[in-house]
């Protein structure tokens, strides 16, 4: 965790949480732009594998039972005060082997953020429309989704299209959450960046009254996104994406990873991030190295959360950027599962009952969730 001393006991709607370990507590103080401390509930995981649901595939024509075998990788967002979850789960069709099954999105629904009711089939996925080619077989994966300034949810998710081996970020719109209409590749599908292998998109949010929408900066929304190396996109309507190039014509290059740290191997974009009066605070998943140069305080291949401040006035500029994770695997449903090493993969963040919830992947296999303080530079 960040280097503080963190409490050691917070009451999470009257129930007992178990609260991450405080590293280094007797080190510096956390800097004044941090979100967090991170406490995650008693009562978790929050979601996890169903195998009596069934579906039937438009594709294949065939019953199939969609969330069988792993619930992950999940987007949040607060509908008519109620927290909404968008979680990638994966049948059990295909190998038994991470990547080979078929990704679809199910949506659950919860009054206080910790007890879900799921709907029996799944709102999205894989059909016979425009984006066919990019999502089959593979499917749709690790969707993150904000609010527009007209109510409108806009979804950034991966369309993998696992037979050729080509991935890219989909954009999705809906007024409900249960109907979508999905506009292609953020980056178009003609052009110089046509043919790119990306994912991973994060479009920055602000407080607005009760809840988090999507953000301006200088007249554009701004979206960080990728793995390897996070970069950064602008768009005027939320559904279009241009990549923000550096000098010589490439996408910019503003996260790497660090020798010795807890990202040592990538940074990979997270939850949407948040403006603040610090600056734009980005939540991101980190993997440890699986070789040399990883954290030694960490298992190889393990991965957890990061977080890292840009200046708002200018989106490429980073100001400052923790040296320790501020979550990480620690609990048995984080560390065991299809992926063995541990995650804690964020990718939902929201605003509910003066809290902020962070919703995460655990192992690749279930859904968990945290909550902190609101941070006074959101108010």
Same mark, same amino acid.
């Given at each position: 965790?960040?280097?503080?001393? *963190?409490?050691?006991?917070?009451? &999470?709607?009257?129930?007992?949480?178990?609260?991450?370990?405080?590293?280094?507590?007797?080190?510096?103080?956390?800097?004044?732009?941090?979100?967090?401390?991170?406490?995650?509930?008693?009562?978790?995981?929050? +979601?996890?594998?169903?195998?009596?649901?069934? !579906?039937?595939?438009?594709?294949?024509?065939?019953?199939?039972?969609?969330?069988?075998? @792993?619930?992950?990788?999940?987007?949040? +967002?607060?509908?008519?005060?109620?927290?909404?979850?968008?979680?990638?789960?994966?049948?059990?069709?295909?190998?038994?082997?991470?990547?080979?099954?078929?990704?679809?999105?199910?949506?659950?629904?919860?009054?206080?953020?910790? $007890?879900?009711?799921?709907?029996?089939?799944?709102?999205?996925?894989?059909? $016979?429309?425009?984006? #066919?080619?990019?999502?089959?077989? /593979?499917?749709?994966?690790?969707?993150? +989704?904000?609010?527009?300034?007209?109510?409108?949810?806009?979804?950034?998710?991966?369309? *993998?299209?696992?037979?050729?081996?080509?991935?890219?970020? /989909?954009? =999705?719109?809906?007024?409900?959450?249960?109907?979508?209409?999905? @506009?292609?590749?953020?980056?178009?599908?003609?052009?110089?960046?046509?043919?790119?292998?990306?994912?991973?998109?994060?479009?920055?949010? $602000?407080?607005?009254?009760?809840? &988090?929408?999507?953000?301006?900066?200088?007249?554009?929304?701004?979206?960080? *996104?990728?793995?390897?190396?996070?970069?950064? %996109?602008?768009?005027?309507?939320?559904?279009?994406?241009?990549?923000?190039?550096?000098?010589?014509?490439?996408?910019?290059?503003?996260?790497?990873?660090?020798?010795?740290?807890?990202?040592?191997?990538?940074?990979?974009?997270?939850?949407?991030?948040?403006?603040?009066?610090?600056? +734009?605070?980005?939540?991101?998943?980190?993997?440890?190295?699986?070789?040399?140069?990883?954290?030694?305080?960490?298992?190889?291949?393990?991965?957890?959360?990061?977080?890292?401040?840009?200046? %708002?006035?200018?989106?490429?500029?980073?100001?400052?950027?923790?040296?320790?994770?501020? !979550?990480?695997?620690?609990?048995?449903?984080?560390?065991?599962? #299809?992926?063995? =090493?541990?995650?804690?993969?964020?990718?939902?963040?929201?605003? !509910?009952?003066?809290? &902020?919830?962070?919703?995460?992947?655990?192992?690749?296999? @279930?859904?968990?969730?945290?909550?902190?303080?609101?941070?006074?530079?959101?108010?």
């Amino acid at each position: 965790m960040m280097r503080a001393a *963190w409490m050691a006991v917070v009451l &999470l709607c009257g129930v007992a949480p178990v609260v991450c370990s405080a590293q280094n507590a007797a080190e510096a103080h956390s800097p004044d732009w941090l979100v967090g401390p991170f406490t995650r509930p008693a009562d978790a995981p929050v +979601i996890s594998p169903r195998p009596q649901s069934t !579906f039937t595939d438009p594709i294949s024509g065939k019953q199939v039972h969609w969330e069988a075998l @792993h619930t992950f990788n999940p987007a949040a +967002i607060v509908k008519d005060g109620k927290i909404y979850v968008l979680y990638r789960a994966e049948d059990d069709t295909g190998a038994m082997v991470i990547g080979e099954h078929t990704s679809r999105l199910g949506l659950a629904e919860s009054d206080d953020g910790l $007890h879900f009711k799921r709907l029996p089939e799944p709102v999205f996925y894989p059909n $016979h429309d425009s984006q #066919q080619e990019n999502e089959v077989p /593979g499917g749709v994966e690790d969707p993150r +989704i904000v609010e527009g300034e007209d109510g409108t949810y806009v979804l950034t998710y991966t369309q *993998w299209a696992r037979t050729r081996g080509v991935y890219s970020v /989909g954009i =999705a719109t809906s007024k409900d959450l249960r109907t979508w209409t999905k @506009h292609g590749k953020a980056f178009g599908s003609e052009g110089k960046y046509g043919g790119l292998k990306y994912k991973s998109a994060a479009i920055v949010t $602000h407080r607005v009254g009760d809840r &988090l929408m999507a953000a301006k900066i200088k007249g554009r929304y701004w979206m960080y *996104w990728g793995e390897i190396q996070i970069r950064l %996109a602008t768009s005027t309507d939320l559904i279009h994406w241009t990549p923000v190039e550096d000098a010589s014509g490439k996408p910019v290059e503003l996260l790497k990873d660090r020798v010795g740290k807890f990202d040592s191997a990538f940074p990979e974009s997270g939850p949407p991030p948040l403006l603040t009066t610090k600056g +734009i605070v980005v939540i991101y998943n980190a993997k440890n190295a699986e070789k040399a140069g990883g954290d030694s305080k960490l298992a190889a291949g393990t991965y957890s959360v990061g977080e890292a401040l840009f200046s %708002a006035d200018d989106p490429t500029k980073l100001k400052d950027r923790v040296e320790e994770p501020v !979550f990480k695997p620690e609990q048995p449903y984080e560390r065991s599962g #299809q992926y063995a =090493a541990g995650t804690t993969f964020a990718e939902g963040l929201v605003l !509910f009952r003066q809290k &902020l919830f962070l919703y995460y992947g655990c192992a690749d296999s @279930h859904v968990g969730v945290a909550t902190a303080p609101v941070p006074a530079m959101l108010q």
